[in-house]
């Protein structure tokens, strides 16, 4: 009973000291440089603490969002490296190969991390360089990364909502860019299935789709957001979920 006790306590301490500490994001930069092989490494990417007075356990929460992120990061540096490998020529053209990782982090309502990181990759002898978005979602008691449907209730029709939203915002953009053949590239790109919509984050009150190049539009037009207003989804929330705080 005393050890049931002491459990209890240091869990209801934990949970206290979340709830009193906002989480803080700062940022850890790392870089690596190869005259052998021509190239450049520079990632800079969100790290998290709760402060000097953080408890052991809250701290440990810090430490396991900051490893999901190192172990991220390296993953991207390692994948790079290895492609730079493989190609027989290290410089075309008088060009190396680069790899620049930059990022933003922020807490919603205290509790709600959400992070952007835009990783620029080019490896030289390819056609062109990439630009892509990968987002990080982790709440204060270290859940996470979150998927997009940990926001909404169990059975709600949240899928359908967010894939019409997006179809309409998209093929609104592409006919003002003049590009009215990607319909297809579109409705598939941003249909109801979970796979299309894994990059997202929240801010200014609203729900961000991020669509890399290639899912829902070619190459020349880039990344594509939808933005969609938190309010239009307070209905599917689910009020214990990390965005709860909507509905309150």
Same mark, same amino acid.
């Given at each position: 009973?005393?050890? #049931?006790?002491?459990?209890?306590?240091?869990?209801?301490?934990? /949970? #206290?000291?979340?709830?009193?500490?906002?989480?803080? /994001?700062?940022?850890?930069?790392?870089? +690596?440089?190869?005259?052998?092989?021509?190239?450049?490494?520079?990632?800079?990417?969100?790290?998290?603490?709760?402060?000097? $007075?953080?408890?052991?356990?809250?701290?440990?929460?810090?430490?396991?969002?900051?490893?999901?992120?190192? !172990?991220?990061?390296?993953?991207?540096?390692?994948?790079?490296?290895?492609?730079?490998?493989?190609?027989? $020529?290290?410089?075309?053209?008088?060009?190396?190969? &680069?790899?620049?990782?930059?990022?933003?982090?922020?807490?919603? %309502?205290?509790?709600?991390?959400?992070?952007?990181?835009?990783?620029?990759?080019?490896?030289?002898?390819?056609?062109?360089?990439? !630009?892509?978005?990968?987002?990080? @979602?982790? /709440? +204060?008691?270290?859940?996470?990364?979150?998927?997009?449907?940990?926001?909404?209730?169990?059975?709600?029709?949240?899928?359908?909502?967010?894939?019409?939203?997006?179809?309409?915002?998209?093929?609104?953009?592409?006919?003002?860019?003049?590009? !009215? %053949?990607?319909? +297809?590239?579109?409705?598939?790109?941003?249909?109801? +299935?979970?796979? @299309?919509?894994? $990059?997202?984050?929240?801010?200014?009150?609203?729900? @961000?789709?991020?669509?890399?190049?290639?899912?829902?539009?070619?190459?020349?037009?880039?990344?594509?957001?939808? !933005?969609?207003?938190?309010?239009?989804?307070?209905?599917?929330?689910?009020? &214990?979920?990390?965005?709860?705080?909507?509905?309150?």
């Amino acid at each position: 009973m005393k050890k #049931i006790f002491s459990f209890l306590l240091l869990f209801s301490l934990t /949970v #206290i000291s979340v709830s009193a500490q906002q989480m803080e /994001v700062t940022y850890k930069t790392i870089s +690596d440089n190869s005259s052998t092989m021509n190239y450049s490494v520079k990632a800079t990417y969100p790290q998290v603490n709760f402060g000097p $007075e953080a408890l052991m356990g809250v701290r440990g929460i810090a430490q396991d969002i900051n490893t999901a992120f190192d !172990t991220t990061v390296n993953g991207i540096v390692n994948s790079f490296v290895n492609d730079v490998t493989k190609m027989p $020529e290290k410089t075309v053209n008088g060009n190396g190969s &680069s790899l620049e990782i930059t990022s933003t982090g922020w807490v919603v %309502n205290g509790s709600l991390l959400c992070s952007e990181l835009t990783t620029f990759n080019y490896i030289a002898g390819m056609a062109h360089p990439m !630009t892509t978005i990968t987002t990080f @979602n982790f /709440v +204060d008691n270290g859940a996470g990364p979150l998927a997009l449907s940990g926001l909404f209730r169990s059975g709600s029709d949240y899928l359908n909502f967010i894939s019409t939203e997006s179809i309409q915002q998209l093929s609104a953009y592409a006919q003002k860019e003049g590009m !009215t %053949n990607i319909s +297809d590239m579109i409705l598939s790109g941003a249909s109801a +299935d979970a796979k @299309n919509f894994t $990059e997202w984050s929240i801010s200014n009150d609203s729900l @961000n789709i991020i669509f890399n190049p290639y899912q829902v539009a070619p190459y020349v037009m880039g990344i594509q957001r939808v !933005t969609i207003p938190m309010t239009s989804l307070i209905s599917m929330l689910d009020p &214990s979920g990390p965005a709860g705080f909507m509905i309150r």
